[in-house]
């Protein structure tokens, strides 16, 4: 439980989180709940007008706090690490669009090729986006993913992966996202956390929980509390190392989706109030 009092002045939303929503219901709920910012994914967008919609987000008073998600660098086929990349500069394009100043990179990982080569190939995308990024003031966050995703989700699968790579790529436009779902279970957290503040590359934090047990790897996240990792503990890392951005609550899960949505959102206020 949080040791001070918390309020909702750094809680943000992921849109997939309350998935059944549309961009507009979504923005006008949460602003009526006290939420402060937002983080779209891509698929409320589709048919949408990227502009007007960060018009219609800061009308409710809400923060466009990222754009999720760009990333799946690797690739056997050259051609199709190139496509990634030109994907890319036009997912940069719609952040600017949208006014989202950063845009969260699920790196991808190529099962056919070995860890290392993926990670190249994440590391060469990058790079390639990042001129890019830099014109359109859009940053790129790495956001490592736990290690069940390595087959084809993301190659970096600990914060000491990302550290390493954004310390060795070294831009102002490139940090890294930090995720408890993914992180939680490394020995080296804090202290990777700490290194990743240090170095200013500390850009996001994302929560939510771990299920025990977990029935789907990937639809069946929990809420803040109802699982087994330390929220608050990973908060206090990430803010004694310098982070001082919102709190995003990210959840994938079939069973909430399914859920009264505003009845969701009251629980999910709750659940940041007392567990995160
Ligand atoms: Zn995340």
Redesign the pocket.
């Known amino acids: 439980m949080a040791s001070e009092i918390n309020d909702t002045s750094k809680l943000c939303i992921?849109t997939i989180t309350n998935k059944p929503w549309d961009i507009e219901t979504a923005a006008a709920r949460y602003a009526e709940a006290g939420v402060k910012g937002i983080t779209v994914w891509r698929n409320a967008l589709e048919g949408k007008d990227v502009a007007n919609t960060g018009e219609m987000i800061r009308g409710h008073g809400l923060e466009v706090v990222s754009l999720?998600r760009g990333g799946f660098f690797p690739h056997l086929e050259k051609q199709k690490r190139k496509e990634a990349i030109e994907e890319n500069k036009k997912i940069v394009e719609e952040a600017e669009a949208l006014g989202a100043p950063m845009v969260?990179l699920v790196c991808g990982a190529e099962p056919r090729q070995s860890l290392e080569d993926s990670r190249k190939q994440i590391r060469d995308g990058i790079i390639e986006t990042l001129d890019h990024a830099r014109e359109h003031n859009v940053k790129l966050a790495i956001?490592p993913?736990h290690p069940m995703y390595a087959d084809t989700r993301s190659a970096i699968n600990t914060l000491r992966q990302a550290n390493d790579m954004a310390e060795n790529i070294q831009s102002s436009h490139l940090g890294i996202?930090v995720?408890v779902?993914?992180l939680w279970w490394d020995e080296d957290l804090e202290q990777e956390i700490a290194r990743c503040g240090r170095n200013g590359n500390l850009l996001?934090f994302?929560v939510?929980d771990w299920k025990v047990p977990t029935n789907d790897f990937l639809l069946d996240r929990g809420l803040m509390g109802e699982g087994c990792i330390n929220v608050p503990q990973i908060r206090e890392w990430v803010e004694n190392a310098g982070f001082n951005g919102m709190n995003?609550v990210?959840i994938f899960s079939s069973t909430y989706w399914e859920m009264d949505q505003d009845e969701y959102l009251d629980n999910i206020v709750k659940a940041y109030l007392e567990y995160v």
């Open positions: 992921h999720c969260v956001e993913l996202a995720d779902y993914h996001a994302h939510c995003e990210e």
